[in-house]
């Protein structure tokens, strides 16, 4: 996963607003026509009950934009995802898990992190009040590598957040092999606690007992696994959970993300059969 870059640089000329403008002006009624007309065709007893989203593309879509810098990209990522949610409100979608930083990307240079640190500090500040009495919002990762003022803000978000019966998990400083190793670290450290010894420990490890020491245990897996930026693959995200998900590989630039390209990985996802490995 990719989500992060620079903090500066230099993306060349905008695109010409006037005429980007009158074709978002007239094609914008007839997206809304073709949106509805997806609503309706909907099957909602089959929609996802979890939804992944790896939320990818800001470097790329700050480019084609012509955005001054990586910062404004990264802002209209999150505003982005703060839409999502009222998308997800709407259908009644039960659980969100959104990844918006990896571990990998800590190992970028810190004057390349600092401008996306910055906007997700003030994201968690405004989820609060943008999530709703409805909705709990978690912090899934290794929280303990962020710098001060983000993990702080991360806890705060946990703590403060309502017991609503909707859930939204995000990844943040997330990696899904990580994941699996704390995991089965926690379950070792549980079983050599109650006294067990070495074979007994291995013999107690099992697939149902790994699953229940994940970052989120009491959530059902993902059903459907959403990438932005036309990359195919998962990047690590979810590694474990997302084993029999169904999975949207989308071309726009998560910035970018519509609600019609939500409702057709949405119709896409209703019409497939669904098999588990079987």
């Known amino acids: 996963m990719t989500p992060l870059a620079g903090g500066s640089m230099t993306v060349g000329p905008a695109p010409r607003a006037g005429s980007a403008g009158l074709r978002a002006a007239l094609t914008r009624p007839l997206y809304r026509i073709y949106e509805e007309r997806l609503l309706r065709s909907l099957d909602r007893t089959k929609l996802p009950r979890h939804i992944g989203v790896i939320l ?28 999502f949610l009222g998308w997800c409100r709407e259908l ?33 500040g405004r989820l609060p009040s943008i999530a709703g009495e409805d909705l709990q919002v978690g912090v899934i990762g290794s929280v303990h590598m962020l710098p001060d ?32 190793v704390d995991a089965v670290r926690d379950l070792v450290a549980k079983l050599a606690a109650e006294g067990l010894e070495g074979a007994e420990i291995a013999g107690s490890i099992d697939a149902g007992a790994i699953a229940s020491h994940l970052y989120a245990a009491d959530l059902p897996d ?15 995200f979810l590694l474990w ?38």
């Open 222 to 236: 993902p059903d459907l696994v959403i990438r932005t930026s036309g990359e195919s693959r998962l990047s690590g």
């Open 149 to 180: 003022r983000l993990r702080e803000a991360a806890v705060q978000l946990a703590v403060s957040s309502p017991h609503g019966k909707r859930r939204l998990n995000l990844a943040v400083a997330y990696a899904g092999r990580q994941e699996i």
């Open 56 to 83: 990818d593309g800001h470097r790329r879509f700050a480019r084609i934009a012509g955005l001054p810098d990586y910062a404004s990209s990264y802002r209209a990522g999150m505003d982005k995802l703060t839409e």
């Open 92 to 124: 009644e979608v039960p659980v969100l898990t959104c990844w918006v930083l990896s571990q990998e990307n800590l190992e970028r240079p810190q004057a390349e992190l600092d401008p996306y640190f910055d906007v997700l500090v003030d994201l968690f």
């Open 241 to 278: 959970q997302a084993a029999y998900a169904e999975y949207s590989f989308v071309d726009v630039y998560w910035p970018g993300f519509r609600r019609v390209d939500f409702l057709r990985a949405l119709r896409d996802y209703t019409r497939r059969e669904r098999r588990f490995g079987k």
